[in-house]
């Protein structure tokens, strides 16, 4: 049974949120005192915002917009101490103008962004000159930057954790206490920025990764679910958080085994008032789905439907066959992708396994990277 839409389903939410934090003798985030939320980011002129005519994103033009970009982590794990060297912070790595030219520079158009749950929030012990509005408004200048620099940006939450527990790691779907908040907050936040989507949860893995009607019924509604050890929140109900701010902006939802299961999307994608959503899809060397064969099968059948934009590609083996026949069959069919990771430094050493693109942020390609520079500057 579908949720409710809308405001029904965030009341429904709040109701379900208060009594699983009673139940547990937690303390919800549920309903908290109103963050210093920062005022939303214009965009650009030059830049127009983006929405869902059947299978294509269009401009408010109506042009088609195919996204290519990067990944760019660090927001996710730095404020709560992670990378190397460990310590705090938000960014890993420069955050300035000169940092995202020269991601512009490789002929990107986006530019995606993990987020983490606790530091948006404000909550579970993070510093707090890392978290709350500390944390709000570096995301939102990071997303004013690019925007000004004619990049879309694409929000995710990529950590996130249940009650008590510190985010400080990636969970197999989306908690119900502190997500819905958390998606209220930032939806609120750039609601009036439509060159900024939303990417409701990065590689969804309940029911063990399997790709099972069980795993896809916990993926739309949530609840107690298999190989989730605390209570899920659903895609529709984080639809319907979303959409009750007023946001109309595009939402993506990733698929299940880590985003690269595209096989019930369809079946079970939530119910959107505005048929603004696309599906999210992860393809590397090392997945399951890992060939044109399975290509041509899952995720040309989504393709046919709905935009889907691969989200994250990669190799850990700088394979330029394997990246560049990806690439080229989603090129044939104007479906957008954005490679792993835009970092350099210690944490993500220019060895072939870290996956990253670049040996500093100049734009220095590692040899992986300059496989996908390589691609991007042949493209018409």
């Known amino acids: 049974m579908r949720r409710a839409p809308g405001v029904l389903a965030v009341a429904i939410w709040l109701s379900a949120v208060s009594c699983t934090a009673a139940s547990a003798g937690l303390v919800t ?48 794990y730095k404020c709560v101490g992670g990378g190397i060297p460990p310590g705090g912070g938000i960014f890993d790595g420069p955050d300035d103008a000169a940092s995202v030219v020269a991601i512009k520079s490789w002929r990107a158009n986006a530019v995606r962004i993990g987020l983490n749950e606790d530091c948006w929030l404000g909550i579970n012990g993070v510093p707090a000159e890392y978290a709350g509005s500390s944390y709000q408004r570096a995301i939102a200048d990071y997303v004013s930057l690019l925007n000004a620099n004619g990049l879309y940006a694409i929000l995710q939450l990529h950590w996130s954790a249940p009650g008590s527990t510190l985010a400080d790691a990636q969970q197999p779907m989306p908690d119900l206490e502190h997500a819905g908040t958390f998606w209220s907050q930032v939806a609120g936040t750039f609601k009036s920025n439509t060159a900024v989507i939303f990417d409701l949860f990065n590689e969804p893995y309940p029911d063990d990764g399997a790709d099972s009607a069980a795993a896809w019924t916990c993926w739309r509604d949530g609840g107690r679910c298999r190989g989730v050890p605390f209570e899920a929140a659903g895609m529709q109900l984080l639809v319907d958080v979303v959409r009750a701010t007023g946001a109309t902006n595009v939402i993506a939802l990733g698929g299940l085994r880590w985003s690269n299961y595209l096989s019930e999307w369809l079946v079970y994608r939530p119910s959107d008032p505005l048929n603004n959503l696309v599906a999210a899809w992860h393809a590397y060397d090392f997945n399951t789905c890992n060939t044109v064969s399975c290509y041509a099968g899952d995720v040309a059948k989504v393709a046919a439907k709905v935009p889907v934009i691969a989200l994250e590609i990669g190799t850990d083996s700088c394979d330029a066959v394997f990246l560049n026949s990806l690439m080229h069959w989603l090129d044939a069919r104007q479906i957008g992708y954005l490679a792993w990771t835009w970092n350099a430094g210690s944490w993500f050493s220019p060895v072939c396994s870290e996956i990253t693109l670049v040996s500093d942020y100049s734009g220095t390609p590692t040899v992986y990277g300059q496989i996908y520079k390589t691609h991007l500057s042949a493209l018409p």
């Open 29 to 76: 985030t549920a309903d908290p005192a109103p963050l210093a939320a920062p005022p939303a980011p214009t965009t650009d002129a030059a830049l127009s915002g983006l929405h869902v005519e059947g299978k294509r994103l269009v401009n408010s033009a109506g042009d088609v917009v195919v996204l290519h970009g990067v990944n760019r982590a660090g927001t996710e």
